[in-house]
């Protein structure tokens, strides 16, 4: 029978090796993937690649440490026996009644009021801290800051080396570092001031003495590799932006964190990044659903409108001739359909949020129509990557604040992680297929106002079919479709013409 032997080289990696070639192949086989849409990138179509990603190296027997129980099931599904270095199961692990009285002990404030950690929360945490190593999954709106502060508690009052989490914006570092600092404003033994430092452009890396560190991974990624060492515990939150070769040279350069931790709201379906993720963090827990918090009245509820616009004959006839991004084009520059865009975000009660991808051509011009058919008194703000950090912290806190505002935001810096407690509408100008960024962006406005209205999302398609043609972007509404199905999440199609 043969043996697969697993060694630690450090807690970024595992070597498993064997005296039989044929079970490391098996191994190494099992552990290869073809990336999604390979079929499409240039290397591949260059030849210059096969279009397959390798999590096990065949010549060492390097792998992430993260799949060390992915080899364990592959080891007995076969009749393989699994031998573990001394160093692998070494770990005291504290027991998750341990963990719970700790979180519990702490005093926790959410503005003036003493909040209690929910049991899928404190489920979560206790989860994290005993395995050492997992990939949280807890839909947005679910309290995963708090999640993560109760982790960061826990391990600096239990270790003494310092604590790196990292998240994709600027926005994030700030907004991560004000909810810590709320939860622990009557807390005597936790200051972020002094227990926290932060790292994105233009702040300092090297010269600090908190002991964690929140930090985007494209300012992490800047850092010499002997900068990583520091670190016993890495969080990455939003995971599932993890799948990036800078992201996964940042938790391969913590040798010596030990917990590695990943939260995010969902995963995009594709076995091959979720298996790198596993890689870099641990195995998948999963916490509560999106559908599941609703019931419980703890996110606000969801009613989505599916708006599909159809365009003329004459513009079909065109459209249907065009390759993917001229449809993007014909899109985003089709004057009736962000009029119809700016009409419905102006004619909306409450607080809007619109969202889009292409900023010049799309974000300004409907920022522009926007704010020219608003009433003079109705504040319009405007959110892309050019604007900073702090400024767009503060259009968010101001947005809490409003009852009638309109934001018109970017994907990139508010679909992703940012929280609006007093959110009632979102509008999808801007057409997209992927689960995780439809997901994300619906997440944006779940959590519940202050009134407990419902949360409306409307979301706009085009109809540029020409005889049995379907265009792009309508496959793509489709997809969403089928997403919201999934979710268990209201839903309604209206075909509007747009003229």
Not at 108 to 115: A, E, F, L, R
Not at 275 to 296: A, C, Q
Not at 298 to 305: G, P, S, V, Y
Not at 455 to 478: C, E, G, L, Q, R
Request: glycine share 6%; proline share 2%.
């Amino acid at each position: 029978m043969p043996t697969l032997e697993i060694h630690k080289l450090n807690e970024a990696y595992l070597r498993v090796t064997s005296t039989d070639g044929g079970a490391l192949m098996e191994l190494y086989e099992h552990f290869t993937f073809y990336v999604d849409g390979y079929k499409f990138i240039p290397s591949y179509r260059n030849k210059m690649w096969d279009g397959k990603i390798r999590l096990m190296d065949g010549r060492t027997g390097k792998l992430p440490y993260g799949l060390l129980f992915e080899v364990i099931s592959f080891a007995g599904k076969r009749g393989y026996e699994v031998k573990l270095d001394g160093d692998i199961v070494s770990r005291i692990v504290p027991s998750h009644d341990e963990l719970q009285a700790y979180a519990k002990s702490l005093k926790i404030m959410n503005g003036s009021n003493v909040i209690e950690p929910r049991s899928y929360q404190l489920d979560a945490y206790s989860h994290a801290c005993a395995e050492g190593r997992s990939l949280i999954i807890s839909p947005t709106g679910s309290g995963k800051s708090l999640i993560i502060y109760l982790m960061v508690r826990w391990y600096l009052e239990n270790h003494d080396d310092s604590i790196l989490i990292v998240v994709p914006t600027t926005s994030l570092v700030e907004q991560m570092t004000k909810d810590f600092a709320d939860y622990s404003s009557a807390d005597e033994d936790f200051s972020t001031e002094h227990e926290i430092h932060k790292i994105y452009s233009g702040k300092e890396k090297n010269s600090f003495e908190a002991r964690v560190v929140i930090t985007t991974w494209q300012s992490a990624i800047k850092c010499d590799s002997s900068w990583f060492r520091r670190y016993g515990m890495v969080l990455g939150d939003e995971a599932h932006l993890f799948k990036a070769k800078s992201l996964n040279s940042i938790m391969a350069a913590c040798v010596n964190a030990g917990y590695r931790i990943g939260t995010t709201g969902t995963l995009d379906g594709s076995l091959c990044n979720e298996r790198v993720l596993v890689g870099n963090f641990g195995p998948v827990h999963r916490v509560i659903t999106t559908r599941e918090l609703m019931d419980s009245d703890t996110l606000a509820e969801l009613k989505i409108q599916c708006i599909v616009l159809n365009h003329s004959d004459e513009l079909k006839k065109i459209v249907s001739k065009l390759d993917y991004k001229g449809e993007i084009d014909a899109i985003v520059s089709h004057e009736p359909r962000n009029r119809f865009i700016s009409k419905l975000a102006v004619s909306q009660t409450g607080n809007t949020l619109v969202l889009f991808n292409l900023v010049e051509r799309h974000g300004k011009p409907l920022h522009a129509a926007i704010t020219e058919l608003a009433d003079a008194s109705r504040k319009v703000f405007y959110v892309s990557g050019e604007v900073n950090a702090t400024d767009r912290e503060s259009i968010r806190e101001i947005t809490e604040k409003e009852n009638d505002a309109i934001i018109v935001a970017s994907v990139g810096t508010f679909s992703t992680g940012i929280n609006i407690k007093n959110l009632h509408q979102i509008i999808f100008a801007a057409p997209t297929k992927s689960q995780v960024r439809v997901l994300q962006s619906i997440g944006r406005g779940l959590r519940k106002s202050d009134n407990g209205s419902v949360t409306t999302v409307y979301d706009i398609s085009d109809n540029f079919a020409w005889k049995k043609k379907k265009n792009y972007t309508m496959v793509h509404a489709i997809e969403r479709i089928k997403i919201y199905e999934k979710e268990r999440f209201s839903y309604k199609i209206y075909e509007i013409p747009c003229k």
